[in-house]
């Protein structure tokens, strides 16, 4: 049986579809059998005659929520062209509306964590040559409908062990196309790899989906496992810097120690950067000596705000003086911090946004960055939207980009005009150390097809240069980012 899982985002993000990449290793691990690829950066056009020749018998996808309008347009056009497939939907969105899936190109979902759910799916399917839904109605992790009826069976089954699952085996990806450098600060302008040494958060913030997902209890993979991953990182990637995307890396004392020891083990302790999330509660000096240790050299919090007030709606167990120790910590032993920030939020004030605009001015205006907020499913802020009738319910399944870029006509508070919203926000942006050569834009714009020779783009500064000055590459940004191509297809 031939599955093949499909990435929908060709030339937009250069970061690992890891979430798809997880569910392929777990398949070939534990059903050697199914024949099991991945279509990674390749245009429509392409993928639509992969499929037709290939014939497969499952076609995923996977979606978040502000996304998801592209996605379910991708599998529309592709099962118009080969409508033979089963077309199964993974990932953040489905789970949290799983009526997604009613009346789409969709057949079934898969809620929640993937790999125990997908393996059942497709073992499910190899026996009934299709979908046997009168055995899956009696399982969990699934949304479809069938004989007029809807079925939502809630999440699947999670993995117990995380090291139960292989190394994500990241060769089933382009990964040429994802070997750009980090262009956060000058310590990371190195080729950077992505990887996660956990799942889930313990906290629950008001505007975050990621811990209805995974559940507030965390999953580690053990600090051997980790290691060897990032070995293969270093050594066969060769990635300088690597980005851990848990939600929060450090809370684990013990194993951040493990860690350590085993990287001092294989010699290779200092030879790599890292860069990861923190919270400003969870964060001591124990932890930042440990991090120096490792080789961190920024660390990302999400402050969100500079009110007290508005702290206290977005997020649990925490304060703003927990945030500005944590700060000061970094600074102490030599880690960039940087501070995530949202404005436009539910009961936000003109204040309220004086307060964010002058923290961020007093305590880390070197490195920040900001957001507009938008409204995930299934959360606090969520409902708030709703029962305000800001948005509705069906959002994300039309082509909408308003929370993708900053639209003062959005807000979600009704507290504060929107020329104040907006001045704010021009305002914060004007703290923001200039970004002369646009490298951040620039990261965002390029192609898998960098005839630039960017693969090792740190030792090309010169001939990168001059590929920047090239008619084709200020065509390419062009399209991508003035004509707005770069979020459609
Ligand atoms: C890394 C990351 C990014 C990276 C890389 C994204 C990428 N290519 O994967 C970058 C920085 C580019 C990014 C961008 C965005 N992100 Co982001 N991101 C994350 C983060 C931190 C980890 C994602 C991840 O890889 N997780 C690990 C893997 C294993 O999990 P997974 O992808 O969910 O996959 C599992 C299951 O979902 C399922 N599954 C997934 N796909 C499929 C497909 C099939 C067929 C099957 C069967 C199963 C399956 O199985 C997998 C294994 O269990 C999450 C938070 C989190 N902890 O998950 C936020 C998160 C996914 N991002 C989020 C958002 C909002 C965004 C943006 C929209 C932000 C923006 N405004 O632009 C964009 C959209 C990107 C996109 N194209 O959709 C939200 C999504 C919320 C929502 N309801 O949609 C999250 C949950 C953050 C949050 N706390 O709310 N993101
Ligand atoms: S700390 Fe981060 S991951 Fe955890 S609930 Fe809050 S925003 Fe989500």
Redesign the pocket.
């Known amino acids: 049986m031939k599955v093949v899982?499909v990435n929908p985002?060709y030339l937009?993000?250069p970061?690992?579809?890891?979430?798809?990449v997880?569910?392929a290793g777990y398949i070939k691990k534990y059903l050697p059998e199914i024949d099991i690829r991945i279509l990674d950066q390749i245009p429509k056009e392409e993928i639509i005659k992969i499929i037709i020749n290939e014939k497969p018998e499952i076609i995923?996808?996977?979606?978040?929520?502000?996304?998801h309008w592209k996605v379910k347009k991708l599998a529309t056009e592709i099962k118009e062209a080969y409508p033979k497939g089963i077309f199964?939907?993974?990932?953040?969105?489905v789970t949290?509306c799983p009526t997604t899936v009613k009346n789409s190109p969709f057949d079934i979902g898969?809620l929640g964590?993937?790999?125990i759910t997908?393996k059942k799916l497709l073992e499910n399917i190899e026996k009934n040559n299709k979908i046997g839904f009168d055995e899956l109605k009696k399982m969990t992790g699934f949304a479809f409908e069938y004989k007029r009826k809807f079925y939502n069976l809630g999440n699947g089954e999670r993995i117990e062990n995380l090291d139960d699952t292989p190394i994500p085996p990241r060769e089933m990806l382009n990964m040429n196309y994802y070997s750009f450098p980090s262009f956060s600060n000058k310590e990371t302008f190195e080729p950077t790899g992505l990887m996660?040494t956990s799942r889930g958060c313990p906290y629950s913030c008001s505007f975050?989906?990621?811990v209805k997902?995974?559940g507030r209890h965390v999953k580690f993979f053990s600090a051997k496992r980790v290691v060897d991953e990032i070995e293969i990182l270093y050594k066969n990637y060769h990635y300088k810097v690597i980005q851990i995307?848990d939600?929060l890396f450090s809370m684990n004392k013990p194993r951040l120690k493990q860690i350590i020891e085993l990287l001092k083990e294989r010699k290779i302790l200092g030879k790599i950067k890292f860069k990861g999330f923190g919270r400003g509660n969870c964060f001591d000096e124990e932890i930042a000596i440990l991090l120096k240790e490792l080789n961190f050299v920024e660390i990302a919090f999400g402050i969100e705000t500079g009110s007290e007030k508005m702290l206290k709606y977005l997020k649990d167990k925490i304060t703003l003086q927990d945030d500005i120790n944590a700060i000061n910590l970094c600074r102490k032993y030599g880690i960039q911090p940087l501070g995530a920030f949202m404005i436009g939020m539910p009961y936000e004030t003109e204040e309220d946004l004086k307060d964010t605009y002058e923290f961020i001015k007093k305590y880390i205006s070197d490195r920040f960055v900001i957001?507009q907020m938008?409204p995930?499913?299934n959360t606090p802020v969520w409902g708030y939207a709703i029962k305000n009738k800001l948005i509705k319910e069906n959002l994300y399944e039309e082509e909408d980009r308003r929370?993708?870029d900053f639209d003062e006509n959005y807000s979600l508070s009704l507290d504060v005009y929107p020329e104040i919203l907006k001045e704010y926000w021009n305002k914060i942006l004007s703290l923001k150390p200039s970004d002369v050569f646009g490298w951040r834009k620039f990261i965002m714009v390029i192609g898998k097809d960098n005839s630039f020779g960017l693969k090792k783009l740190s030792t090309l500064r010169f001939r990168h240069i001059l590929a920047f000055s090239s008619p084709l590459f200020l065509k390419k940004v062009y399209n991508l980012t003035i004509k707005g191509e770069r979020q459609g297809w």
Do not use: K, M, Q, R
């Open positions: 899982l985002d937009l993000y970061f690992p579809p890891l979430g798809l997880y569910v995923g996808f996977s979606s978040t929520s502000p996304h199964v939907l993974g990932g953040i969105h949290n898969v964590e993937g790999e997908f996660f975050c989906s990621s997902f995974w995307y939600d957001a938008s995930l499913p929370f993708l």
